[in-house]
C-alpha cells in the first residue's frame, strides 16, 4: 500500500536538477541517478516490488540531491527505503555484519588495539581483507585507541564535572568512544570553559553505519535503546560532536526509523549549533589568537541538516584564525561506502573534487564535522584534519577553567 | 552574532544583491531551498522584449522609459532607468570575472532560440548565442547546420529549423539538419537517450574525444559555415572547447538551450554563486525559512526548520527574493494567494477562475504571473494590516507589478530590483 506520506515522489516535476549535483551518478554512468532510482523508479516499485534493481546500492546517501530539489522530494529517503525496505536481507554477509557493528568491534578492537592496529594494517591481512571481505587493498583504517573514551571518562573527568551546576549530556558516538578520545576531552574542555558539566549516560551506535548496510531491525533496536536512555535525562541539553549521528538522532529516527523521539528532540543539538546559540547570548570564554589558515570542509549530512551556518558562524569567532570555506563537494567516503571493495574507485572518484580544491587552498589544516570525511581526506591529502571542537578548545585560554 | 544582511533565496535576484553587499563588507548569508530558476532557464537574461500588444520591443531602455509614466508599480519604474544600466554593467563584469562573457547588441534587443525552438527578443547572451561575428554570418546569409547529437531527447532540432525558416532574420539562410554520434557512447551500459545535457557536458569537459567529435560535426556539416548544437558543449570550460571546436571544425558554433537541466543557465547560476563566495559571501543550501518574527514594522528573526529542530536568524536587513510560485516565494491555495515566510500583502485576483487563461499559449500570457509581494518605491512590503516593513526588502519574481513571460522581462527585473535593494541597505548601515 502507498503510505500518504511517503508520496513526495509525486511532487517531482521531472526537472533532473537532483542528477546534476549527484556525486555518485558524476563519477559513474552505473548508476542511474536520482531522478531516475528515487521518484522514477517508485512509481513502478509501488506495482510491482520485484523491480527494485541493484544499481541502488551505489547511493551513498550523501543527501546532495535533497538539498537541489526545488519541490522538496524527499529523493533519498526514497531510495534508503526501496533499497532495504521492499527486498528482505537474510543471508547472512560478514563483511557488512562487521562494518556496521561499530560499537561491537569498536568495543573489540580497542581492548587489544596494539595489536589490531597492527594487524589491520598488516599487508597480508590486507591483502586476505581484499579477498574474502571485499574491503579494498588500498584502504588505511582508523587506528583503535586503547581502552573507551567512557572507561577515560571515569577515570579523569567524571569527578571534576560535578562542581558545575548546568548539565550537558555528551553523546559520544563509536569514534569518539573507540578512536578519537581526543576529541571527547576536547568537547568537556569547551563545554566547561561555556560553565557546563558533561554527564555521559548508556548509548549504543546511532544506526546510521546499520541502516547503510540493510540492517534495519537492528538499527531500529539501537535507536530505542538511545531514546529511552536519552529520554530520561530530564531537561539537560544534549550534545553530539558527530554530524551523522546528530542527523540519525534528530531526522532519520521519527522519519525513516518512524520512531518517536520527541522525549529528546527539542533538548539535543550538534555541538557548533549549541555553542553558536551560547556565543549568541553573549557566553563567549576567553580566547586566545591561533594563528591557523585552515580550509573548511562541509560535510554532506550537516549540510542537509542546515548546519553549515553554525560551524561557519562559531569558527569566524575563533581569533586568529585564516578560514578558506571550500565549495561544497562531497568526499565520497559516505561512511562505510568507501571502505567496500566495489565501491572503492566510485568513492575515490567522487572526492577527486575536493581534494583538488584543498591542494589549491594551501592550508595548514582542514577542518571538518564529520569522522569519515575526516578519515577520507587524511588519506587522500597531506593535511591533518581537526574538529571545529578541537579548534575552539585550543583556543581557549587556561583562566577559563575556574569558570562554574 | 547578527548578520548585516540575509537574504531569503538563491536565485538571479538575491544573489546579485549578494554579491553586492558582501562586496561592500558586509557580514551577508544567503538561505535557499531548493535550486533556482536559473536552472530551467536559456541562459539568456531579458529585459524588455514585447510590448503591451505583443510585438517585439528593438530598443528595450528606450521602451520602459515609455511606459514609465503608464506603470507606476513596475518594479522598473522603481529602480530608474540610470540603476536598471549601472545593475546590468555590474552584473556582466562580475560574471565575467567568473568566466562567463554576456554580450549585447548595443542598446538593442537581440535574438535567441528558446528550447522548443521559439526565437525569442533578449538583451544579454554568452557569446556562442550572440556575438558580433554570429550576426554578421547570419547577415551574410551563410549556410547554417542545426545538429543534434543521435539519441538525446531534450532537443528538438526540426522545431528550432521550423521556426528559424518563417523568421525574417533568416530569410536568406540555407538551412540544413544533421545528426552527431559521439565515440563515447560505444562503451557503456547506459542506454543513448538515457543522458542529459549535464551527462553530455562532463563528457565534453573531459576534453578526450574532441579531435573526434569535430570530426563528427564537419561530416554531419558538410559545407555549412554555421553550425548550431544543443547547448552542452561543457559547463566550467565551456569557452575553451568551443574554441578548440571552432578551430578544428573551422565553422563557428552556435548553441541552443535544452529542455532542463539548461546549461547555459546552470553556467550563469555557478557564475554568479563563485562571485558570492568569492566577495565573501557565506551560502547555506538546502534550508527553507519557515515563519518570521516581526514586531511595530520591524523584522526581528527568521525560523527554518520544524519542532526541535528550528533556529532563528537574526539579521540588520532582510531581503525577500523568493521567486514565483515555480519556486516556493509564493503560495496559493483553493482561492487565495499568499507569501509564506512573512505573510505580506499580496497583489492578486482571489477569484480562482481569474488566475490564468484557458489557452495554455495566450499570447496575453496568465495574469497569475504578475501576481506577488507589493512594495512602495523602496521596495519595503507591508504586512497584511497595511504597515510597512522598514527593515526587509523584496526583490526579483517574488514582486508584483509585471508579467515576466508576457513582457519579456524576468531577468532584468531580478538583477535590477537585487541590486537595487543592496544599495538600499548598504547606503542604511554606512549612515
Ligand atoms: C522555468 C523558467 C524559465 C525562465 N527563463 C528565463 C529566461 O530564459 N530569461 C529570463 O530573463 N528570465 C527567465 N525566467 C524568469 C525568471 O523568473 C527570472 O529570470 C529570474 O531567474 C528569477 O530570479 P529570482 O531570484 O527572483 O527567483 P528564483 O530563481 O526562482 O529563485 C528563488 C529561490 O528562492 C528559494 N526559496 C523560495 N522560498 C524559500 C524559502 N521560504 N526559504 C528559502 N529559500 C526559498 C527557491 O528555492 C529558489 O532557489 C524564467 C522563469 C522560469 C520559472
Ligand atoms: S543521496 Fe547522494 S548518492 Fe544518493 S542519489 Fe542522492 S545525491 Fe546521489
Ligand atoms: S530535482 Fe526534484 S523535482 Fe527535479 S527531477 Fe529531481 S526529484 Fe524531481
Known amino acids: 500500500m502507498i503510505k500518504l506520506e511517503n508520496i513526495s515522489f509525486d511532487h517531482c516535476i521531472k526537472c533532473t536538477v537532483c542528477t546534476i549535483y549527484c556525486p555518485v551518478a558524476q563519477a559513474t554512468h552505473l548508476f542511474p541517478g536520482p531522478k531516475q532510482s528515487g521518484p522514477d523508479a517508485e512509481r513502478l516499485r509501488i506495482k510491482n516490488p520485484e523491480l527494485v534493481d541493484a544499481s541502488l546500492k551505489y547511493c551513498t546517501n550523501c543527501k546532495r540531491c535533497e538539498i537541489a530539489c526545488p519541490s522538496d522530494v524527499k529523493i533519498a529517503e526514497i531510495i534508503q527505503n526501496a533499497k532495504w525496505k521492499y527486498v528482505k536481507v537474510h543471508w547472512f554477509r560478514p563483511r557488512d555484519f562487521f562494518m556496521s557493528r561499530t560499537d561491537l568491534v569498536g568495543g573489540l578492537a580497542t581492548i587489544f588495539s596494539g595489536l589490531t592496529n597492527f594487524i589491520i594494517n598488516l599487508k597480508v591481512m590486507k591483502v586476505l581483507m581484499h579477498l574474502f571481505l571485499n574491503i579494498p587493498y588500498s584502504r588505511k583504517f582508523p587506528a583503535y585507541q586503547r581502552g573507551t573514551f567512557t572507561g577515560l571518562y571515569k577515570k579523569k573527568f567524571m569527578q571534576s564535572q560535578k562542581v558545575y551546576e548546568k548539565r550537558a549530556v555528551f553523546y559520544h558516538g563509536c569514534f569518539v568512544n573507540y578512536n578519537n578520545h581526543s576529541l571527547g576531552e576536547d568537547l568537556i574542555k569547551v563545554m566547561n570553559a561555556l560553565g557546563y558539566g558533561v554527564d555521559l549516560v548508556d548509548e549504543k551506535c546511532c544506526g546510521v553505519p546499520l541502516i547503510a548496510n540493510g540492517y534495519i531491525e537492528k538499527a531500529k533496536k539501537n535507536a530505542q535503546y538511545n531514546i529511552d536512555s536519552l529520554g530520561k535525562t530530564g531537561d539537560a541539553v544534549i550534545v553530539s560532536t558527530s554530524s551523522s549521528c546528530s542527523f540519525a538522532l534528530m531526522h532519520e529516527y521519527p522519519s525513516f526509523l518512524e520512531l518517536d523521539n520527541s522525549s529528546y528532540i527539542d533538548r539535543l543539538d550538534y555541538i557548533t549549533k549549541f555553542i553558536y546559540d551560547e556565543f549568541t547570548a553573549g557566553n563567549i570564554p576567553q580566547m586566545k589568537a591561533v594563528g591557523i589558515r585552515a580550509a573548511y570542509h562541509s560535510p554532506c549530512h550537516l549540510e542537509r541538516m542546515g548546519g553549515v551556518i553554525y560551524t561557519l558562524g562559531v569558527l569566524k569567532m575563533v581569533p586568529g584564525l585564516d578560514l578558506v570555506v571550500l565549495n561544497s563537494e562531497c568526499c565520497g567516503i559516505a561512511g562505510t561506502y568507501g571502505f567496500k571493495k566495489e565501491n572503492y574507485e566510485i568513492s575515490q572518484g567522487v572526492g577527486q573534487n575536493l581534494f583538488r580544491l584543498i591542494e589549491k587552498a594551501e592550508p595548514e589544516f582542514v577542518v571538518t564535522d564529520c569522522e569519515t570525511c575526516t578519515m577520507q581526506i587524511e588519506m587522500n591529502t597531506k593535511y591533518k584534519v581537526l574538529h571545529p571542537v578541537t579548534l575552539i578548545a585550543m583556543a581557549l585560554e587556561e583562566k577559563n577553567k575556574g569558570k562554574k | ?431
Not at chain 2, 546579485?16 to 558586509?26: D, F, N, Q, V
Not at chain 2, 536568524?313 to 503560495?331: D, H, M, P
Request: net charge positive; hydrophobic share 35%.
Open chain 2, 1 to 431: 552574532m547578527i548578520y548585516d544582511c540575509v537574504i531569503i533565496g538563491g536565485g538571479l535576484a538575491g544573489l546579485t544583491c549578494g554579491i553586492r553587499c558582501a562586496e561592500e563588507g558586509l557580514r551577508t548569508v544567503v538561505i535557499s531551498g531548493g535550486m533556482n530558476s536559473l536552472h530551467f532557464s536559456s541562459g539568456s537574461i531579458d529585459l524588455a522584449g514585447f510590448t503591451e500588444n505583443g510585438s517585439v520591443v528593438k530598443k528595450p531602455f528606450e521602451h520602459i522609459k515609455n511606459n514609465a509614466a503608464k506603470k507606476k508599480d513596475h518594479p522598473y519604474t522603481k529602480v530608474g532607468i540610470p540603476a536598471i544600466r549601472k545593475s546590468l554593467d555590474y552584473f556582466k563584469e562580475k560574471v565575467s570575472d567568473e568566466g562567463i562573457t554576456l554580450n549585447h547588441n548595443s542598446d538593442f534587443n537581440h535574438f535567441h532560440v528558446t528550447a522548443i525552438g521559439a526565437v525569442k527578443p533578449t538583451y544579454l547572451s554568452q557569446e556562442s548565442v550572440f556575438s558580433s561575428r554570429g550576426k554578421d554570418i547570419i547577415k551574410s546569409g551563410a549556410k547554417i547546420a542545426i545538429l543534434n547529437f543521435k539519441g538525446f531527447r531534450d532537443y528538438y532540432p526540426e522545431q528550432t529549423a521550423a521556426n528559424l525558416k518563417e523568421h525574417p532574420l533568416f530569410k536568406n539562410s540555407e538551412l540544413m539538419l544533421g545528426d552527431i554520434s559521439l565515440p563515447y557512447y560505444l562503451h557503456t551500459e547506459k542506454n543513448l537517450h538515457e543522458f542529459r545535457s549535464t551527462d553530455i557536458a562532463r563528457i565534453f569537459e573531459t576534453e578526450r574525444y574532441l579531435p573526434r567529435i569535430a570530426d563528427e560535426i564537419k561530416r554531419a556539416a558538410g559545407d555549412a559555415d554555421a553550425v548550431s548544437l544543443p547547448a552542452f558543449i561543457g559547463i566550467n570550460n565551456y569557452r575553451e572547447i568551443r574554441g578548440k571546436l571552432e578551430a578544428m571544425t573551422g565553422k563557428f558554433i552556435y548553441e541552443i538551450p535544452t529542455l532542463p537541466p539548461s546549461i547555459l543557465g546552470l553556467r550563469i547560476d555557478h557564475a554568479v554563486k563563485n562571485s558570492f563566495f568569492k566577495h565573501g559571501g557565506e551560502y547555506i543550501a538546502g534550508k527553507k525559512i519557515e515563519s518570521s518574527v516581526i514586531k511595530k514594522g520591524i523584522v526581528e528573526s527568521i525560523i527554518t526548520g520544524s519542532r526541535g529542530t528550528s533556529s532563528e536568524i537574526k539579521a540588520k536587513y532582510y531581503v525577500l527574493a523568493s521567486g514565483s510560485f515555480f519556486s516556493g516565494g509564493l503560495q496559493s491555495g483553493v482561492s487565495s494567494i499568499s507569501e509564506p515566510v512573512f505573510d505580506l500583502k499580496v497583489k492578486g485576483d482571489s477569484k480562482r477562475s481569474k488566475w490564468y487563461s484557458w489557452n495554455f499559449f495566450d499570447k496575453k500570457s496568465h495574469p497569475f504571473l504578475s501576481y506577488g509581494v507589493e512594495t512602495d518605491s523602496s521596495f519595503n512590503p507591508s504586512t497584511q494590516d497595511g504597515k510597512t516593513v522598514k527593515n526587509l526588502f523584496c526583490a526579483g519574481s517574488v514582486l508584483a507589478g509585471y508579467n515576466p513571460v508576457k513582457e519579456g522581462c524576468g531577468g532584468g527585473v531580478a538583477i535590477s530590483t537585487g541590486y537595487k535593494c543592496a544599495e538600499r541597505i548598504i547606503r542604511e548601515i554606512k549612515k
